[in-house]
């Protein structure tokens, strides 16, 4: 290369991450707005969608051009307005009958920092914001990698959602991470030239969202043409409570180089001085803390509040000591968990702006005689068959091992022996076990369940006794199982067993999933096990 060609190469380099200046520039159609920023920063909103239709980071188009990045699957139409708050801020709002979409640029960064305010749920169902990127030019997918890569397909296994490339089952399910663990997800690429955008989620993002800390949702997918970069606020996935409206977020879409964003990096405390609907500032919140007590310290332990408006939670210390994040005033129910399963309740817990409420919470799962036990009382199904693959492929994926339903053999078997759903149509458990004189009495099996679909539910025969058929488990009108969700509403079943069923020597339990519907192999009645467990 040449002396010239090396100068121009450089000039070009420096020409797209040159210093611009910051502010908004109008047209009929659009608003540009420049951040001003080293790393160049300029998107372009749609006066009359609300629609960002460009992106443009150090020089390079990064937005899809067929279609737009937005709320849903784009607004249709809305009122857009433009202003420059204390010559530093960029603040477009867009506004709809039900629905305030604030999009803000601040002076010298390369982030576009957002918040929704609802007084409905669209009419698709779903409240979500989508950053569709070129992906021929971030083709990369974190934190879970080419799981919701489903560019290349060959076929579909299911609905027009879960592809297989090249021998793959592949989903934009898959991408799902827990509520309280979704801080930073991101599309990208490497190289020479390293380029992410990525989606934070502060607290408290998810406080208008619905599901607690364990839902999980569509998070990316490079589906070919772009590579989705998504923030789900509200959606029907397997939906577990009743959608919260209100002010979502803030959140922001960030762009940098090759580092992806610490969660404590981005502050929008600045949001307070923006005039947003229903923001409450810091100042304006109160917090929850204590400790929670008489939890195995084998577990996680999780707090979580909420009532109908809003949604809080946090992970405790070793030592059971938590403190909840920055809360809006208000009288909130609480769930304490171990893992994800529940073991104490509460109500009337009240926050107060600027103050901290104390809560000493213990655990209420009293103490049994266990028999025995298959699984941890865990709220998932920990170590069960497939549960390690469960999250981020089908069922009917070739990795998976056999669904067929085995013996296992209390004291030998180990917990890879039970498949972790039962299916009707598919499988069954058959549970064999050694009893002495003194444990034939009258005792409980207990089965925990996480998720149910179309009414499954256990029904248990213990030797010559069958268990009553249960009544159906709460309807959660969405798949779950095959599109890498395993917790619904959670439900624990306990079998009476009579006296002089049990016998000194083998015993045997067979545990089936029954249904009013009719079976169809993985998307017929299932339901994921918990654990189960024998007492006295």
């Known amino acids: 290369m040449s002396f010239v060609q090396i100068l121009f190469a450089v000039s070009t380099l420096f020409c797209a991450s040159a210093l611009a200046a910051f502010g908004v520039t109008e047209s009929s159609s659009a608003y540009v707005v420049d951040a001003g920023s080293s790393n160049s920063l300029s998107i372009t909103i749609s006066r009359s969608s609300c629609d960002i239709t460009s992106i443009l980071y150090r020089g390079e188009e990064l937005q899809y051009k067929s279609q737009g990045t937005h709320l849903s699957s784009g607004l249709g139409t809305a009122t ?9 801020y960029a603040k477009i709002t867009c506004n709809t009958a039900t629905l305030t979409h604030y999009i803000v640029v601040r002076s010298g960064d390369s982030n576009v920092y957002m918040a929704t305010h609802t007084t409905e749920e669209p009419e698709i169902g779903e409240l979500r914001f989508i950053a569709r990127i070129d992906a021929a030019k971030l ?3 974190y934190p879970f990698g080419d799981v ?12 027009s959602d879960v592809f297989v490339v090249d021998g793959e089952t592949r989903s934009k399910f898959y991408s799902s991470e827990r509520f309280i663990d979704d801080k930073v997800h991101c599309v990208y690429r490497n ?9 934070v989620l502060p607290d408290p993002a998810y406080e208008a969202s619905s599901g607690g800390p364990f839902f999980r949702d569509i998070n990316t997918n490079n589906g070919g043409a772009f590579n989705a970069l998504y923030f789900y606020m509200n959606s029907n996935h397997a939906q577990t409570e009743a959608f919260r409206q209100g002010l979502h977020g803030p959140y922001a879409m960030t762009f940098s180089r090759s580092v992806t964003p610490e969660i404590d990096s981005i502050n929008m405390d600045f949001f307070s001085s923006l005039d947003i609907k229903d923001y409450v500032p810091s100042s304006g919140r109160g917090t929850v803390a204590g400790t929670l007590s008489s939890v195995d310290s084998a577990f996680q332990k999780v707090v979580h509040w909420y009532n109908d408006a809003n949604q809080y939670w946090a992970y405790t210390a070793s030592n059971g000591d938590f403190t909840s994040p920055r809360m809006r005033r208000g009288i909130y129910d609480m769930k304490a968990y171990q893992g994800e399963f529940v073991v104490a309740t509460g109500s009337g817990i009240k926050v107060t702006a ?10 209420n799962v009293g103490a049994r005689n266990t028999i025995w036990q298959i699984g941890d009382w865990d709220g998932q199904p920990t170590g069960f068959r497939n549960a390690d693959k469960q999250l981020r492929m089908h069922p009917s994926d070739s990795r998976m091992e056999s669904w067929d339903g085995l013996t296992y053999t209390v004291g030998t078997s180990t917990l890879n022996d039970v498949p972790m759903a039962m299916i009707k149509s598919v499988n069954s458990m058959t549970i064999e076990f050694t009893l002495d004189s003194s444990q034939t009495g009258a005792a409980t099996l207990r089965i925990g369940t996480t998720l149910a679909y179309s009414n499954g539910r256990p029904q248990a025969k213990v030797n010559s006794f069958t268990g009553p058929s249960p009544a159906a488990p709460a309807k959660i009108d969405s798949r779950g199982f095959t599109r890498g969700a395993y917790r619904g509403n959670g439900k624990v079943y306990d079998v009476a067993i009579p006296a002089s069923t049990l016998v000194a020597g083998t015993n045997t339990i067979t545990i089936d999933c029954i249904s009013g519907n009719p079976a169809a192999d993985f998307l017929g009645p299932s339901f994921i096990l918990d654990a189960i467990e024998l007492f006295q």
Do not use: F, K, N
């Not at 190289?191 to 989606?199: F, K, N, S």
């Not at 901290?356 to 655990?363: C, D, E, K, N, R």
């Open 191 to 199: 190289g020479t030239d390293p380029v992410r955008a990525c989606m």
């Open 80 to 88: 857009v307005t433009s202003e420059i708050i204390e010559d530093q």
């Open 148 to 159: 919701s890569t489903t560019a290349g397909s060959s076929s579909t296994v299911e609905g």
């Open 139 to 141: 083709p990369l997918e």
């Open 354 to 363: 600027g103050q901290t409420t104390t809560q000493q919470i213990a655990s």
